[in-house]
T-cell receptor, first 111, second 114 residues
Framework: SQQGEEDPQALSIQEGENATMNCSYK?????LQWYRQNSGRGLVHLIL?????REKHSGRLRVTLDTSKKSSSLLITASRAADTASYFCATRQTGANNLFFGTGTRLTVIP | SAVISQKPSRDICQRGTSLTIQCQVDSQVTMMFWYRQQPGQSLTLIAT?????????ESGFVIDKFPISRPNLTFSTLTVSNMSPEDSSIYLCSVRVPVGETQYFGPGTRLLVL
């Protein structure tokens, strides 16, 4: 399969805690993008990290990329109930035009 | 960035019928994509739709079942033909903006086939 794998499949934390989600993929990539999806609605783009980058920050989000291990992680700090959603990683393979999605992590933040 | 709208937002259809989903973008884009998300699943690419050429379909998807039009750089349609309950999914339109390579998604069309 061209899809990546994410773990955990589901994560439940208390508000204020940090949440970490991991993504692994199989082929060489041009970039990796993280998305959030609330209750089966459209996807909201969170952050893009290129293959030559190792870490990026955006507000409470921190993304790392390890191309040698073909893996990425998304850290959400000081989580809020509004962060409750499904999170997907998606990779653009080298030479490809489209994105292939991971299996997703369902995050629940308990107030 | 790109703002994408889709019509309809949701529909309930009878098996054997067809539904055409529209995707409108607020800027001209070369690359447009259609994805399917089955209940509780991740997104699967159906096809890539480029203006001026036929859509390119991924393995497992065929033009007869999912015909696509791309008449200009801001609009595309996806038709789900001869529907069955297995076609019940969310269908999402997506575009890739040239600068930065970010890919944006529309709000999706939630389809239920009875």
């Amino acid at each position: 399969s061209q899809q990546g794998e994410e773990d955990p499949q589901a994560l439940s934390i208390q508000e204020g805690e940090n949440a970490t989600m991991n993504c692994s993929y199989k082929t060489s990539i041009n970039n990796l993008q993280w998305y959030r999806q609330n209750s089966g609605r459209g996807l909201v783009h969170l952050i893009l990290i290129r293959s030559n980058e190792r870490e990026k920050h955006s507000g409470r989000l921190r993304v790392t990329l390890d191309t040698s291990k073909k893996s990425s992680s998304l850290l959400i700090t000081a989580s809020r109930a509004a962060d409750t959603a499904s999170y997907f990683c998606a990779t653009r393979q080298t030479g490809a035009n489209n994105l292939f999605f991971g299996t997703g992590t369902r995050l629940t933040v308990i107030p | 960035s790109a703002v994408i709208s889709q019509k309809p937002s949701r529909d309930i259809c009878q098996r054997g019928t067809s539904l055409t989903i529209q995707c409108q973008v607020d800027s001209q884009v070369t690359m447009m994509f259609w994805y399917r998300q089955q209940p509780g699943q991740s997104l699967t690419l159906i096809a890539t739709a480029n203006q001026g050429s036929e859509a390119t379909y991924e393995s497992g998807f065929v033009i007869d079942k999912f015909p696509i039009s791309r008449p200009n750089l801001t609009f595309s349609t996806l038709t789900v033909s001869n529907m069955s309950p297995e076609d019940s999914s969310i269908y999402l339109c997506s575009v890739r903006v040239p600068v930065g390579e970010t890919q944006y998604f529309g709000p999706g069309t939630r389809l239920l086939v009875l």
